[in-house]
Each structure stands twice: as C-alpha cells, then as structure tokens.
C-alpha cells in the first residue's frame, strides 16, 4: 500500500467513523427541529370552565364577605372591618344597596378614613355586579 493510498484509506476510516458517531445525533436533532414546527396539544379541562366556578353566596353572608375581601385587597385590619360590619349591620345595609349610598354616608357607618370609604363604594359595586351575573349563571 503506497502513503497516498494510506491516506486516503485512513481518510475514508475517519469520515466512515465520523458518520457512523454523527447520524444518531443528527437523527435526534433533526426530530426535536420537526417536533418544534408540530401543532401544540391544547388541554381541555373535563369539565366545562363555568361548572368549576363556585355558586354565589346567600344574601346574608354578601356583606361580610365582600367586607372580607375589600380588607384583604386594601391591608385593612380585621378588627376595623369587623367594626364597620357591625355599622352596615346595625342600619340593615345590604350589599345591593351600597352602589346608591354615598361614600360620606359609608364613611360615618364604618368608621373608615374618606379614601377607604370611596374605594369601599366602588368595591362594593364591582363585587355586586360580579354576584349578580353569577346568581344568573347559576340559575339557568
């Protein structure tokens, strides 16, 4: 065997070695490349989104959890909330009705400085109608 015909055998030894490593990795790369182009799989919950949702509160818990809420959102302490609770209660206020109250009337109820009380008005209003269109929800 002569140095040219060496070479060029120990040529073809390395690309045969070369491809023979290559072709799986290439194969991989070449099917994760494909993969990125298929349709993702969007996942369907088993039941339909509205039947997850929980059903509206009775009237008489309204006032005091949407009070709950309005604390938590606004890092109001429990106690001022229970004391403003108790202020609503006592003049028979409904969560319903609070849209019609003027903030000022809700500021001498509650106890609460004028900012919480404008910022209870339009809670309360949000809450109501998030309450309302599940009670419609519901009762289809």
């Known amino acids: 065997m002569t140095t040219a015909s060496a ?6 030894d390395f690309s045969a070695l070369v491809t023979t490593c290559a072709a799986p990795i290439l194969k991989t790369l070449a099917s994760a490349a494909m993969a ?9 919950p088993a039941h339909p989104v509205e039947h997850l949702s929980s059903p509206p509160l009775a009237i008489k818990d309204e006032l005091a959890a949407c009070m709950k809420a309005f604390a938590a959102a606004r890092a109001i302490a429990g106690e001022v909330i229970d004391h ?12 319903d009705i609070m849209g019609e109250v ?3 009337r809700l500021q001498s109820l509650t106890g609460l400085p ?9 809670f309360a209003c949000e809450w109501c109608g998030k309450i309302d269109a599940k009670r419609a929800h519901h009762t289809v």
């Open 7 to 12: 070479a060029s055998q120990g040529a073809s």
């Open 36 to 44: 990125s182009f298929a349709p993702s799989t969007i996942l369907t």
């Open 84 to 95: 403003a609770v108790d202020g609503l209660n006592e003049v028979c206020y409904t969560l």
């Open 102 to 104: 003027k903030h000022e």
């Open 114 to 122: 004028e900012g919480h009380a404008i910022a209870l008005h339009k």
